[in-house]
């Protein structure tokens, strides 16, 4: 019989190591050793309740700090005398639509937010000046500044992929050129000096290159150059128009929309112009390809369902999807800095929304609830972990 408890008190100590390794419960002082004739020791599970919560992964905390800026018309400041007309601010808020906060709050319209690739800054355009200008400004909305500061129109910033320059258009020698300066709005150059329209600059993620679209051959292509305006190089060089590039994360390749047939279908080539091949084939219009964080993935715009919709392929054209499935006009499709959600705005509701979907085309979510024009998502990287309660 002493055997027996010995045994059984061994047997109670180590269910207690193990309780304590495993579920970090206090030690318990051990119970006195039972001498009665009947032992019975039996190691209770902890409750439910008492089990540690799932701590929430890195990649989901790095995407709670992320921002969405957006333009909106919401606070309805007139733009001039009794006619009524609002203009367009710049807004921001959380990724899942809440502290939805007015940064720019001037009588004169503020378009198109574009993020610092560090996420600290915000490069817009704006016409408070008289014309439109590239203006900068913190992620708070704080130190708004005029960058350009030129009487021509001057829009359409590209952030260079290390955040030191900005690209841009500006119309300053009568015609549309393309432009670099600094972040500070030193330096302001004029990379394309040709007098046919040059428009729409996009970085390659090395920083090298600056691919755009001209129509100095009598149609628009898509050119590149390097990233102080030398070597500029047709790639596609066909009669069709050929418009908006849209870099591969490794900057081996480049989507653009092309209208060779009867309508506008996604390309996409080496960087070097060469392996021109078509990813979509249907009768509709298929526009505005971009590509997902991890290259794997393009979403892109088509009109194949009779209105306009947002759809996702693989890089390879394969496995065409309607994301977003809707009788109203879904366009401008942005991605999460993880890949994981593409916000995009909506005409369901009798004016337009900011929303956000699953990149399966599930969980599509309203963001912005408001009467008024939400529209033009900009998501900003993954932002410091530290700045955040």
């Given at each position: 019989?002493?055997?027996?408890?010995?045994?059984?008190?061994l047997?109670?100590?180590?269910?207690?190591?193990?309780?304590v390794?495993?579920?970090?419960?206090?030690?318990?002082?051990?119970?006195?050793?039972?001498?009665?004739?009947?032992?019975?020791?039996?190691?209770?599970?902890?409750?439910?309740?008492?089990?540690?919560?799932?701590?929430?992964?890195?990649?989901?905390?790095?995407?709670?700090?992320?921002?969405?800026?957006?333009?909106?018309?919401?606070?309805?400041?007139?733009?001039?005398?009794?006619?009524?007309?609002?203009?367009?601010?710049?807004?921001?808020?959380n990724?899942?639509?809440?502290?939805?906060k007015?940064?720019?709050?001037?009588?004169?319209?503020?378009?198109f937010?574009?993020?610092?690739?560090?996420?600290?800054?915000?490069?817009?355009y704006?016409?408070?000046?008289?014309?439109?200008?590239i203006?900068?400004?913190?992620?708070?909305?704080?130190?708004?500044?005029?960058?350009?500061?030129?009487?021509?129109?001057?829009?359409?910033?590209?952030?260079?992929?290390?955040?030191?320059?900005?690209?841009?258009?500006?119309?300053?020698?009568?015609?549309?050129?393309?432009?670099?300066?600094?972040a500070?709005?030193?330096e302001?150059?004029?990379?394309?000096?040709?007098?046919?329209?040059?428009?729409?600059?996009?970085?390659?993620?090395?920083?090298?290159k600056?691919?755009?679209?001209?129509?100095?051959?009598?149609?628009?292509?898509?050119?590149?150059?390097?990233?102080?305006?030398?070597?500029?190089?047709?790639?596609?060089?066909?009669?069709?128009?050929?418009s908006?590039?849209?870099?591969?994360?490794?900057?081996?390749?480049?989507?653009?929309?092309?209208?060779r047939?009867?309508?506008?279908?996604?390309?996409?080539?080496?960087?070097?112009?060469?392996?021109?091949?078509?990813?979509?084939?249907?009768?509709?219009?298929?526009?505005?390809?971009?590509?997902?964080?991890?290259?794997?993935?393009?979403?892109?715009?088509?009109?194949?369902?009779?209105?306009?919709?947002?759809?996702?392929?693989?890089?390879?054209?394969?496995?065409?999807?309607?994301?977003?499935?809707?009788?109203?006009?879904?366009?401008?499709?942005?991605?999460?800095?993880?890949?994981?959600?593409?916000?995009?705005?909506?005409?369901?509701?009798?004016?337009?929304?900011?929303?956000?979907?699953?990149?399966?085309?599930?969980?599509?979510?309203?963001?912005?609830?408001?009467?008024?024009?939400?529209?033009?998502?900009?998501?900003?990287?993954?932002?410091?972990?530290?700045?955040?309660?």
């Open positions: 019989m002493k055997s027996n408890i010995r045994k059984a008190g047997v109670a100590l180590v269910g207690a190591m193990i309780g390794s495993v579920y970090g419960f206090k030690k318990e002082e051990p119970k006195k050793e039972d001498t009665s004739p009947t032992v019975s020791v039996e190691q209770k599970p902890p409750k439910e309740e008492t089990l540690p919560k799932e701590p929430a992964s890195l990649q989901e905390k790095l995407y709670k700090t992320t921002k969405i800026a957006f333009v909106s018309n919401r606070d309805r400041n007139w733009k001039s005398g009794n006619i009524e007309e609002y203009n367009y601010e710049i807004y921001v808020m990724a899942d639509g809440s502290e939805q007015r940064l720019t709050n001037n009588p004169a319209d503020d378009w937010p574009r993020w610092s690739p560090d996420g600290k800054k915000i490069a817009f704006s016409s408070r000046d008289g014309n439109d200008e203006y900068i400004m913190d992620a708070d909305g704080s130190g708004q500044k005029n960058l350009t500061n030129n009487p021509a129109r001057d829009e359409g910033s590209s952030w260079s992929p290390d955040g030191k320059k900005i690209a841009f258009s500006s119309r300053r020698g009568g015609n549309i050129e393309i432009y670099v300066m600094n500070d709005g030193s302001q150059k004029n990379l394309t000096n040709n007098p046919a329209f040059d428009y729409g600059p996009s970085w390659s993620p090395d920083g090298k600056i691919a755009f679209w001209s129509n100095r051959d009598g149609n628009s292509e898509i050119y590149i150059m390097n990233a102080d305006g030398s070597e500029q190089r047709n790639l596609t060089n066909n009669p069709a128009k050929d908006g590039p849209s870099w591969f994360p490794d900057g081996k390749k480049i989507a653009f929309s092309s209208r047939g009867r309508n506008t279908e996604i390309y996409v080539m080496n960087a070097n112009g060469s392996e021109q091949k078509r990813l979509t084939n249907n009768p509709a219009d298929d526009v505005g390809p971009c590509w997902s964080p991890d290259g794997k993935k393009i979403a892109f715009r088509s009109r194949r369902d009779g209105n306009s919709e947002i759809y996702v392929m693989n890089a390879d054209g394969s496995e065409q999807r309607n994301l977003t499935n809707n009788p109203a006009v879904d366009v401008g499709p942005c991605w999460s800095p993880d890949g994981k959600k593409i916000a995009f705005r909506s005409y369901r509701d009798r004016n337009f929304e900011i929303y956000v979907i699953n990149t399966d085309g599930s969980e599509q979510k309203r963001l912005t609830n408001n009467p008024a024009y939400d529209a033009y998502p900009s998501w900003s990287p993954f932002l410091p972990l530290e700045n955040k309660n």
